[in-house]
């Protein structure tokens, strides 16, 4: 059983940062979690964060990682209502 509330809201956070000799400019989707906005991760990346191009893609990756996650948890009996 799942401890954690997934909230509805999702949002990118616009981050800047220094990789290989270059500074990188990149979207981060967040996706809530107990109240908080949580960075979504991606084992493949170099920062192991999920780097977007665009707000309009990151907005997407965090609302379809939200959808699932509130899936799997309405599944285990603990939703967001």
């Known amino acids: 059983m799942s ?3 997934v909230g509805r809201k ?3 956070k616009y981050i800047t940062f220094y990789r290989d000799g270059c500074i990188v400019h ?3 989707p967040q996706v809530q979690i107990d109240g908080k906005f949580i960075f979504c991760g ?6 192991k964060l ?6 309009k893609e990151a907005w997407l990756a965090a609302k379809s990682i939200r959808d699932k996650a509130m899936k799997k948890t309405s599944q285990e ?4 209502e």
Do not use: A, F, L, Q
């Not at 991606?42 to 920062?47: N, R, V």
């Not at 999920?50 to 707000?55: I, L």
């Not at 009996?77 to 967001?80: A, E, H, K, P």
């Open 77 to 80: 009996g603990i939703g967001d």
């Open 10 to 12: 999702v949002r990118s």
């Open 3 to 5: 401890r954690y509330h």
């Open 26 to 28: 990149k979207y981060i």
């Open 50 to 55: 999920m780097e977007c191009s665009t707000r």
């Open 42 to 47: 991606d084992e493949k990346s170099p920062s």
